[in-house]
């Protein structure tokens, strides 16, 4: 197998011959990444472009479809003959002229005889692909086909034979004499961007790390913090119903910058929210569980993630009136700590609480952090009136003492 493919008739160019290539690692390349595919064929002389599913498998390209549509139909005995394109755009020029305008944009261009995939393992292995180019991951996190539905599944192969690679990159292409023109010129950079995800009503399960567009920071990284009164799990939407029993309690409430929710719908609905926060990369929430009965007990949460200067909040963090005064908040707030300061290397974690909520700050004060100082106005009440907000913070120097005594605070007690 050579590097390059060989060019042929179909795929040489005949004007802007530079921006054509037979690079092979080129075109996996586009095709492993791109999602928009059409796949073009006669019938009965007319022709047909159909959108449709791809994955690559070394080099074949699967392509997906029902076994009633026109291209399965075509493909039937010895195969239909296809021209596949996939695009990628990266931007949109602007010249001065508008002669000049164009696109940046990677693509492939394949031809060939596209057989039907008649063989069960085959099929099979195609089918993992196409699941699997959704995300990694997610052909072991959903139930296989039936053989009904592999029956009702048209699977077609095309060998990547004549395949041309075609791209355009760069900046503007003006004529010389148009250089001197008052008008804007320049490239609109265009990419895909995935998520939040929105996760359908009724399933339990949170977002899972295999979808593309997840972003990269550890710091929302849903991870189990494990303690002697409190354990820590990644929230999801699954905790809805235990969250609203536990925390169904206005004075649970009375201090927290959203309205209490009356249902399990509403505690569901913050959840979600709570959940888009951390696809983009600003929020990670925890579930508050009892250790021993596994029973929902609150939740908290890192807001206001910066990983680039490492530093984050702690808050959002409501518990159950049955637990307050027991080892529950000090310990939650010493796995948080721990976390952030001993795995991934904070600077700084701060903390925000209305100035008219005493309790939260004589106890954010005793886990060692200091009053940095008041925010007027900084967001508004459930009730319309505006909240004046304290500021606690502690720094990566100060956290080795405050660890200490909140250790020996949980041992004593």
Known sequence: MTDVYTATGRTTATRYRDRMHYDRAAAHAVLDEAFDCAVAFVVDGEPRVLPTLHARVGDTLYLHGSTGARVALAGRGDGVRVCVSVTLIDGLVYARSQFDHSANYRSVVAHGVARPVTDPAEKERAMHALVEKVGAGRAADSRPPTKQEMAQTSVLALPLVEVSVRTRSGGVLDEPEDHALPHWAGVLPLKVVAGPPETERGVAAAPPAYLPGRPGSHWTDPVVLEGRHVRLEPLTPGHAGELFEALDDAEVWRHIPI???????????????????????????????????????????????????????????????????????????????????????????????????????????RLGASRDGLIRRQRLRPDGTWRDTVLFAMMADEWPAAARRLRERLAAG
């Not at 005064?325 to 310990?331: P, S």
């Open 259 to 365: 309205t209490q929710p009356t249902g399990v719908e509403g505690v569901a609905a913050m959840i979600a929210d709570v959940l888009r926060g951390q696809w983009q990369g600003d929020r990670a929430a925890w579930a508050q569980v009892d250790p021993v009965t596994g029973a929902v007990i609150g939740m908290t949460t890192y807001h206001d993630i910066d990983a680039d200067r490492r530093s984050a909040a702690i808050g959002h963090t409501m518990v159950g009136r049955k637990w307050w005064r027991t080892g529950v908040n000090t310990e939650a707030k010493l796995l948080l700590l721990e976390r952030a300061f001993e795995t991934l290397g904070a600077e700084r974690v701060f903390w925000y609480t209305d100035v008219r909520n005493e309790r939260s700050q004589n106890a954010i004060a």
